[in-house]
Nanobody, 124 residues
Framework: QVQLAESGGDSVEAGGSLRLSCAAS????????MAWFRQIPGKEREGVAT????????RYRDSVQGRFTISQDQGKNTMYLQMNDLKQEDTAMYYC?????????????????WGQGTQVTVSS
C-alpha cells in the first residue's frame, strides 16, 4: 500500500496563498487519479480538485475554480494544490487521496489511499 503524506497547511489571512503538497511513497502513475478533499467537523469530506495521473486532466469544485490549481510531479511522486485568494470558507482539514479505479471524481469512496491531512485556516 502506498503511503501519502500531506504538508503545507497553515493559518493565513483572507486573500493569501498556500501550496499544499502530497508526497507518495510509491509511483503515482500507478493510480488512475489523485485528488484533494477537505473536511470540517460535522460535515462530509468534499472533493476540491482532482488530476488524472496519465492524461493530467483536472477537475475542480465550482467554488475553487480559478483560485486553486492542482498539479503533479511524477518524478517526485508528489501532487500539489496551489491555493490563491483564500477565503474563510476554505478553512478545513485537507486530505489527499489516490484512486485505482474510475469513478465520479468527487466520490470519496473511490479513493482507497489517504493521507493524514493538513490543516488550512483562513482568517478575515
Amino acid at each position: 500500500q502506498v503511503q501519502l503524506a500531506e504538508s503545507g497547511g497553515d493559518s493565513v489571512e483572507a486573500g493569501g496563498s498556500l501550496r499544499l503538497s502530497c508526497a507518495a511513497s510509491g509511483d503515482i502513475s500507478s493510480f488512475v487519479s489523485m485528488a484533494w478533499f477537505r473536511q470540517i467537523p460535522g460535515k462530509e469530506r468534499e472533493g476540491v480538485a482532482t488530476i488524472f495521473t496519465r492524461t493530467h486532466t483536472t477537475r475542480y469544485r465550482d467554488s475553487v475554480q480559478g483560485r486553486f490549481t492542482i498539479s503533479q510531479d511524477q518524478g517526485k511522486n508528489t501532487m500539489y494544490l496551489q491555493m490563491n485568494d483564500l477565503k474563510q470558507e476554505d478553512t478545513a482539514m485537507y486530505y489527499c487521496g489516490a484512486a485505482r479505479i474510475y469513478s465520479a471524481w468527487d466520490n470519496s469512496a473511490a479513493y482507497g489511499d489517504w493521507g493524514q491531512g493538513t490543516q488550512v485556516t483562513v482568517s478575515s
